[in-house]
């Protein structure tokens, strides 16, 4: 049971959008804490793909967009393409026995 | 350019000791802030942290794991050590080292794993 909740899994057409929701509590996300988000493509290691809650790093396309409030934060794809089936994982801070650094569970996206 | 390298044994048996090197570049683990966490995502799963250490030695572990991990580095070899006692099936994952500069920051920087199997 991870501490982060996404969905298990999202799936969308090529140049549509798709959003993955993450839920956390009043020791992680809702205590303020930033949320970062991680591309993982089959059997390759994690990715930084949003930092800070909406930013980018360098390299990384503006199809990718991300947002938070209160307890949760979502990661937006725009325009959708098949080089963007991955997994995705968001992370954050939590000030109680459950981390200090916790994760999501992960959610599959499938482009169809 | 920064990166990560784990190494370590392939197959463990069960209650035996893990150890994973994770060798560094491009940045001194003596660097203030600097540190290198372990993390670990068992076959189809998600990814689970497990241990931290920072530039001024300090540790932090997963409160679930703590009593199994140690966590160490050798800022000369530019390496974070893992140990991992009593290994099961269960510990079956790739393990992956993870650079972050501050608690609040991202990882930024990943190794690409290692897959560890354990069985007999």
């Known amino acids: 049971q991870s501490v982060l909740t996404q969905p298990p899994s999202v799936s969308g057409a090529p140049g549509q959008r798709v959003t993955i929701s993450c839920t956390g509590s009043?020791?992680?996300?809702?205590?303020?804490?930033?949320v970062h988000w991680y591309q993982q493509l089959p059997g390759t290691a994690p990715k930084l793909l949003i930092y800070?809650?909406?930013n980018r790093p360098s390299g990384v396309p503006d199809r990718f967009s991300g947002s938070k409030s209160g307890t949760s934060a979502s990661l937006a794809i725009t325009g959708l393409q098949a080089e963007d089936e991955a997994d995705y994982y968001c992370?954050?801070?939590?000030?109680?026995?459950?981390?200090?650094?916790?994760f999501g569970g992960g959610t599959k996206l499938t482009v169809l | 350019q920064v990166t990560l390298k784990e190494s370590g044994p392939v197959l463990v048996k069960p209650t035996e000791t893990l150890t994973l090197t994770c060798t560094v570049s491009?940045?001194?683990?003596?660097?203030?802030?600097?540190?290198v966490s372990w993390i670990r995502q068992p076959p189809g799963k998600a990814l689970e942290w497990l241990a931290h250490?920072?530039?001024?030695?300090?540790?932090s572990y997963s409160t679930s794991l703590k009593s199994r991990l140690t966590i160490s580095k050798d800022t000369s070899k530019s390496q974070v050590v893992l140990t991992m006692t009593n290994m099961d099936p269960v510990d079956t994952a790739t393990y992956y080292c993870?650079?972050?500069?501050?608690?609040?920051?991202?990882?930024?920087?990943w190794g690409q794993g290692t897959l560890v199997t354990v069985s007999s």
């Open positions: 993870a650079r972050i500069l501050t608690v609040a920051a991202p990882f930024d920087y």
């Open positions: 491009g940045f001194s683990l003596s660097n203030a802030r600097m540190g």
């Open positions: 250490i920072f530039s001024n030695d300090e540790k």
């Open positions: 009043s020791s992680n996300i809702g205590a303020g804490y930033d």
């Open positions: 800070g809650n909406s």
């Open positions: 992370q954050s801070y939590d000030s109680s026995l459950s981390g200090p650094w916790v």
